[in-house]
């Protein structure tokens, strides 16, 4: 079966650094355009970042432009975030998720797999 497994979460200051990473088995991942998003508590789930699947194209959401960066390795089935000059407001759960499309999906729905979430924590 699919299974998504997000790493790389933890504590960490403001204006600091955390690189997630994501492993994907038991679907051809280099079909499938991959995804993170983030909850907070008591807040919906929230777009990251995306990157599609054929020409690696990516987008970010404006919360994170110029900090996070999402990349893949289709060799290795992996998916990261590189999260640069972080904030207390990243603080959250992060989520890998996967979807077969050749867009660049941005809502929660249009992914059909997800990973169990990773802890990112900045404090000030």
């Known amino acids: 079966q699919v299974q998504l497994v997000e790493s790389g979460g933890g504590l960490v200051q403001a204006g600091g650094s955390l690189r997630l990473s994501c492993a994907a088995s038991g679907l051809t991942f280099s079909r499938y355009t991959m995804g993170w998003f983030r909850q907070a508590p008591g807040k919906e789930r929230e777009f990251v970042a995306a990157?599609?699947?054929?020409?690696?194209?990516?987008y970010h959401a404006d919360s994170v432009k110029g900090r996070f960066t999402i990349s893949r390795d289709n060799a290795k089935n992996t998916v990261d975030l590189q999260m640069n000059s972080l904030k207390p407001e990243d603080t959250a759960v992060y989520y890998c998720?996967?979807?077969?499309?050749?867009?660049?999906?941005?809502?929660?729905?249009?992914?059909?797999?997800w990973g169990q979430g990773t802890q990112v924590t900045v404090s000030s």
């Open positions: 990157i599609r699947w054929s020409s690696g194209s990516t």
């Open positions: 998720a996967a979807s077969f499309t050749l867009r660049i999906p941005i809502t929660a729905r249009e992914y059909t797999y």
